[in-house]
């Protein structure tokens, strides 16, 4: 059986992986797509702040997340909510974290909550930030990955830190329509690479990977079988 993947997620992470498409591509899929422009930003946010504190830590176990430093998603972008003490940085990403093609780009009930650990939080979490800052500016999807290109050019993102990864654990996390919250899994970012040097995507395989050439990076997925909370997903293996 074919297995969803997150940025298919959308944050879909993952089809997650098609090549930058053109404006006028992306906007012909938008028609298609059941979301096909951004809905009002009140969609978007969660109205209690400690709901989505909560949401954001449950993506790793407590002995992680109790210490991390916790964003919150505002009108304005992402806020400090909580100080960590641990390096660690936990987050609830909304639908424009999805590749450019995906249908799930703009729906506004895409909830993701992800925990970096410190490489990833210095090198992959500033392309979250940045992305929803240029979105709640008012940017389309197209201008919004032609400033990130823009913004990888002249070295304001940077590629990833050796060793980069993050926590997906969350039992309550949305990540699209169909896969919903597919399984708990870990998340490892590394530049550009060949696939196969890591197995991934064969069979028997455990490791699930994707290219992402707009953030200019491969992700790599390992499914787990327990939830943050410890519970076990009883769909881990397929």
Aim: proline share 8%; net charge negative; charged share 20%.
């Amino acid at each position: 059986m074919k297995r969803n993947t997150p940025r298919t997620l959308a944050l879909t992470i993952f089809a997650l992986a098609v090549v930058l498409a053109a404006p006028s591509q992306a906007h012909a899929q938008d028609t298609k797509s059941p979301y096909p422009t951004m809905a009002p930003l009140d969609q978007y946010l969660m109205a209690d702040r400690n709901a989505e504190i909560s949401l954001a830590r449950s993506a790793a176990p407590p002995s992680i997340s109790s210490d991390a430093e916790i964003l919150v998603l505002g009108r304005y972008g992402y806020e400090t909510a909580v100080k960590g003490k641990n390096n660690f940085v936990c987050v609830v990403e909304r639908s424009w974290i999805s590749d450019i093609d995906s249908p799930d780009f703009w729906n506004p009930k895409l909830r993701g909550p992800d925990c970096y650990n410190p490489q990833a939080a210095r090198t992959y979490l500033p392309i979250v930030i940045k992305k929803t800052d240029l979105i709640l500016a008012g940017q389309s999807k197209s201008q919004m990955f032609e400033s990130i290109k823009a913004a990888f050019d002249k070295g304001e993102l940077s590629k990833q830190e050796p060793g980069a990864m993050s926590y997906m654990l969350s039992k309550q996390q949305y990540l699209n329509d169909s896969a919903v919250h597919w399984h708990p899994h870990l998340m490892f970012l590394v530049p550009q690479t060949d696939t196969v040097a890591w197995g991934a995507n064969l069979d028997g395989s455990p490791v699930l990977a994707s290219q992402d050439p707009q953030d200019r990076l491969t992700i790599f997925m390992v499914p787990v079988g327990n939830w943050s909370d410890g519970t076990a997903d009883p769909d881990a293996g397929h």
